[in-house]
């Protein structure tokens, strides 16, 4: 019932596009904007040509809807549009997009794919050409995360902790951590690299949503 719910505030939101034509993706464009694709079938068994276009460092987040390269749909993050049989969420977390699904009428969903010349298509490309890499550089991302987040926790919790009410009432913690700020800047760095990287192939949410 709260997804339901969820879903329709979501809709609600949505507006109609202009008809504006899809600009091509250029491999400059990685620092301005996500692009993904899918393809679904319509009630005629014909295959339409679906696209999202994310853009960074704009005011208010938000995504554009192309069918068949033309602009049908807009609407702020996080966002629900209207397909065949079933619709495509849209949402962003602490690294960008988390979430870019198709979600079909029997609850079945799949990702949408980056275009092949942007940062996340190329991710996507070493993960399928060269699964071992791809794996190992997982592997090290999620621990280079659960690092920051261990040594970055204690010394977040020491200042929470000498708020008056919780110090009275709980007492205060001593972090048993202490880092230079040029130290702690590379953690959070690390972190940041780390938690991109993850981000790129919508993978560790979880984990994600933590830092």
């Given amino acids: 019932m709260f997804r339901f719910n969820r879903r329709n505030r979501r809709l609600k939101k949505v507006k109609k596009g202009d008809g504006h034509t899809l600009k091509k993706y250029k491999f400059w464009h990685i620092f301005t904007r996500s692009l993904f694709h899918i393809e679904i079938k319509n009630d005629k068994n014909e295959v339409l040509n679906y696209a999202v276009n994310y853009k960074y460092f704009v005011e208010e987040p938000r995504a554009d809807l192309y069918r068949e390269g033309r602009h ?15 619709v495509i969420e849209v949402a962003e977390g602490n690294y960008g997009i988390n979430r870019m699904h198709y979600v079909a009428d029997e609850k079945e969903e799949c990702p949408l794919t980056p275009d092949k010349r942007s940062i996340r298509g190329l991710r996507l490309r070493l993960d399928q050409h060269f699964p071992r890499i791809s794996k190992l550089i997982g592997v090290i991302s999620v621990i280079t995360l659960l690092a920051a987040l261990i040594l970055e926790l204690p010394q977040l919790i020491e200042p929470i902790s000498e708020i008056p009410w919780i ?16 130290e702690n800047i590379a953690i959070t760095g690390l972190g940041a690299l780390a938690g991109s990287e993850r981000a790129l192939l919508l993978r560790n949410k979880r984990l994600l949503a933590m830092l």
């Fill in 72 to 86: 049908i749909a807009s609407s702020t993050l996080p966002a629900t549009f209207p397909v065949e049989n079933g």
């Fill in 167 to 182: 110090s009275e009432n709980v007492g205060t913690f001593i972090s048993p951590i202490e880092f230079s700020v040029w």
